[in-house]
């Protein structure tokens, strides 16, 4: 990890609040653990979502007759392997 100095202005309060949190002692270890933490829930959400795949409704059901289609609800999912 590659660490640079930087000057930029952030929230006191804030800061004091996740030190507290965190139970850290400085300034720069309370905002360190939350940029990764933040990075990581990002990298898992980019994971999940690639691993998700799309969902397409009429992909679901276009192997089904109309008479079928229809007695299925928008928010029912058919979990039956074809």
Known sequence: MGLVKKT??????????????????TEKEAINTVI???????????????????FDFEKVFSDRSDRNYKKYSRFQIDTKCH
């Not at 800061?15 to 850290?24: E, G, H, P, Q, S």
């Open 8 to 25: 930029i202005e952030l929230d006191q309060d804030a800061i004091n609040r996740i030190k507290a949190a965190l139970n850290v002692k």
């Open 36 to 54: 990764k933490q933040f990075d990581i829930d990002i990298r898992l959400a980019e994971i999940t979502f690639r691993s998700a795949g799309t």
